[in-house]
Nanobody, 122 residues
Framework: QVQLVESGGGLVQAGGSLRLSCAASGRTFSSYTMGWFRQAPGKEREFVAAIRWSFGHTYYADSVKGRFTISKDNAKNTVWLQMNSLKPEDTAVYYC???????????????WGQGTQVTVSS
């Protein structure tokens, strides 16, 4: 059974940085995509970034390009989301998810973590 466990959320001031982690277990992930999504209060869940396990190809939402970096450690089955230059509008619950293709669409992701809260104060 696939399990995804996020960590690293917290409270940070605008302009600061946080690094989120997603520990994955339960299968061989080499042919899969790991994605990060976020959901702010009263808003729809939205795509943030994704990475292919096998070749490390990445894909970012326009709103985070140049500020966020997604990376992975194959040996540890862990994916990170380094978030720099954080803005109050980045405040949301951040979710890690797994899909069998590179995608920014929620419906392509079959497995989800429980989420971790990120709060950016102004």
């Amino acid at each position: 059974q696939v399990q995804l466990v996020e960590s690293g959320g917290g409270l940070v001031q605008a302009g600061g940085s946080l690094r989120l982690s997603c520990a994955a277990s339960g299968r061989t992930f080499s042919s899969y995509t790991m994605g990060w999504f976020r959901q702010a209060p009263g808003k729809e869940r939205e795509f943030v970034a994704a990475i292919r396990w096998s070749f490390g190809h990445t894909y970012y939402a326009d709103s985070v390009k140049g500020r966020f970096t997604i990376s992975k450690d194959n040996a540890k089955n862990t994916v990170w989301l380094q978030m720099n230059s954080l803005k109050p509008e980045d405040t949301a619950v951040y979710y890690c998810a797994c899909a069998d293709r590179m995608s920014g669409r929620q419906r392509d992701y079959d497995y989800w973590g429980q989420g971790t809260q990120v709060t950016v104060s102004s």
